[in-house]
């Protein structure tokens, strides 16, 4: 092989390498959690951003989280309000518990995961390997 050549592949190896690393380190690029408290509630200012990331439904997201905190929580707009003061490392370690179980393929770990129903059975479908693995939590 000539050296030019070599040192075209090499540099193709290379970035591609690279390119796997970044997107094995990012996973989700969740926002920050904006929160604000109002008396004995907590605003979740931008709550909405995240089931949009996640790819999953709003209101499930809502009642994962609401279950977890064991508090009652609603939707307001792009807002969740929670009864109670939470703090953001709260909802951050929640979605972190939340992509592990409903979002990431157990076989490669990709976040491009979608749900699939049938009959009363949940399924995640991995976009990225193809897995299909069954879920078991009620909050898909
Ligand atoms: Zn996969």
């Not at 970035?15 to 604000?36: C, Y």
């Not at 157990?106 to 491009?112: A, N």
């Not at 699939?116 to 898909?140: D, H, P, Q, W």
Request: hydrophobic letters at 35%.
């Amino acid at each position: 092989m000539v050296k030019s050549e070599y040192e075209k592949l090499l540099k193709k190896i290379q970035d591609k390498v690279s390119e796997n690393k970044k997107n094995s380190g990012s996973r989700f690029e969740l926002p920050q959690v904006d929160i604000m408290w109002q008396g004995n509630r907590t605003l979740f200012r931008n709550f909405s951003e995240f089931p949009k990331i996640l790819r999953r439904d709003a209101d499930k997201v809502l009642q994962y989280l609401s279950k977890e905190f064991a508090t009652p929580a609603q939707m307001a707009g792009d807002k969740a309000v929670f009864v109670g003061k939470k703090e953001p490392h709260d909802f951050t370690s929640l979605f972190a518990r939340y992509v592990k179980e409903y979002v990431e393929c157990p076989t490669c770990k990709s976040p491009d995961t979608r749900v699939e129903r049938s009959n009363r059975l949940a399924f995640l479908i991995c976009e990225a390997c193809g897995a299909k693995s069954s879920l078991k939590g009620n909050y898909v």
